[in-house]
C-alpha cells in the first residue's frame, strides 16, 4: 500500500455559529465563535490520515500564532510534515466562516501563505507508483501541475478536488485520475446548466466535463448522496440519513476518505460508499479538520 500525499491549503478557521446567515447590511448576534483549523488541503489530509497511517503534507503556514497553533494541531494527526514550510513574510490562511441553526454556511477565505506555495515545493516530494497524489484548487496551479506531472510519471493516482471553482491551468486537468465537484462546481466546469440532480440529468454536464475517457467524475450532492462516471458507467450511492451539525469539511472528508479507499485498492463503488460513510459521519460534529472520523468509526458505520 503506498502513501497519500496531499498538496495542502492551511488556515485557521474561524468559526461564527448564528441562527440565519447574515444577508447583505444586517447584523446579526451569534452564540458560539471556535477557532479550529482548516483549509481544503489540511480537511483533507486529516481525514485520510485518521483512516491509515503514511499520510504525507506539503503546504505552508505563517510565522504566527495561527500557525502554531495549526502546526501543533496537525503534529497530533499522524502526518508526514517534512514539506511543510514556515513562510517568513506571508501571514497563515484564514477562513471566516458563519454556520446557521440549518448547518448551511457561508465562507470567506483569506489565502494568505496558502498562495506562496511554488513548483520547487514540491519539486523533491518521493512519489511511487502506489502512491495516491491529491490537490484542491486551494494552492497555486502551477504547484499542482509541477506535482500532477511527477505523480504521473511514477505511475501514482492523481486525485483533485478543484475548488473553489475557476478555469484549469493549460494542461492540469489532463493529469487528473479522479475529480470531484459538487453540483455548483460541476455547473461551471461544464458550462452546462445544472437545475436537476437526478443521476440522468447529471449524467450529461459529467460527461461534458471529462477531458480523457478513462477519467473518473465524481459529484457529491450532501444529503441526496454521490453519483459518479466510471467509462460508460453512472452509478448513484444514495446518501445516509444523518442529523447534520455542521457541513463545513465534508466535501473535504468525502476527498480524503476516498483517497484512503483508492490507495487501499478497493473497488471504485466499495470506496465511494467508504467515503460517503466517512463524510456522514463528520457533519455530525461541528468544525471542519476536527470532525474528520477515525478508521473505528466508518468501519462501524459501513
Known amino acids: 500500500m503506498g502513501k497519500i500525499i496531499v498538496l495542502a491549503s492551511i488556515s485557521m478557521d474561524i468559526i461564527a455559529r448564528t441562527p440565519t446567515l447574515p444577508q447583505p447590511g444586517e447584523t446579526l448576534f451569534g452564540h458560539e465563535l471556535h477557532y479550529i483549523p482548516g483549509g481544503k488541503g489540511d480537511n483533507q489530509a486529516v481525514a485520510a490520515s485518521r483512516l491509515r497511517d503514511g499520510v504525507l503534507m506539503i503546504g505552508r503556514i505563517g510565522d504566527d500564532g495561527f500557525g502554531r497553533d495549526v502546526k501543533a494541531f496537525l503534529s497530533k494527526e499522524n502526518l508526514d510534515l517534512t514539506y511543510l514550510k514556515i513562510d517568513p513574510e506571508a501571514p497563515t490562511g484564514i477562513a471566516i466562516i458563519a454556520v446557521d ?25 518521493p512519489i511511487a507508483s502506489d502512491d495516491v497524489v491529491v490537490a484542491p484548487f486551494e494552492v497555486p496551479q502551477e504547484a499542482t501541475k509541477a506535482l500532477f506531472e511527477r505523480a504521473k510519471a511514477a505511475g501514482a493516482t492523481t486525485v483533485i478536488n478543484p475548488a473553489p471553482a ?10 487528473v485520475d479522479v475529480l470531484i465537484v459538487n453540483e455548483t462546481e460541476l455547473a461551471i466546469f461544464s458550462g452546462m446548466p445544472v437545475d436537476d440532480i437526478t443521476p440522468e440529468a447529471l449524467e450529461g454536464p459529467m460527461r461534458e466535463m471529462r477531458v480523457r475517457d478513462d477519467q473518473i467524475i465524481v459529484v457529491t450532492l450532501g444529503g441526496a448522496g454521490v453519483v459518479y462516471l ?31 479507499a483508492l490507495s487501499e485498492q478497493m473497488p471504485l463503488a466499495q470506496a465511494v460508499h467508504f467515503a460517503n460513510t466517512a463524510a456522514s459521519l463528520s457533519v455530525q460534529k461541528i468544525g471542519a479538520s476536527a470532525s474528520m472520523p477515525y478508521r473505528a468509526d466508518v468501519d462501524a458505520a459501513l
Open 166 to 175: 475557476k478555469p484549469f491551468i493549460a494542461g492540469l486537468q489532463e493529469l
Open 101 to 125: 441553526d440549518n448547518s448551511e454556511n457561508a465562507i470567506i477565505v483569506i489565502s494568505a501563505a496558502n498562495m506562496e506555495v511554488v513548483p520547487e515545493d514540491v519539486a523533491d516530494v
Open 230 to 260: 466510471d467509462g460508460e458507467e453512472r452509478v448513484h450511492v444514495p446518501g445516509r440519513k444523518v442529523k447534520a451539525i455542521d457541513t463545513t469539511g465534508a466535501g473535504d472528508c468525502f476527498t480524503g476518505a476516498l483517497a484512503t
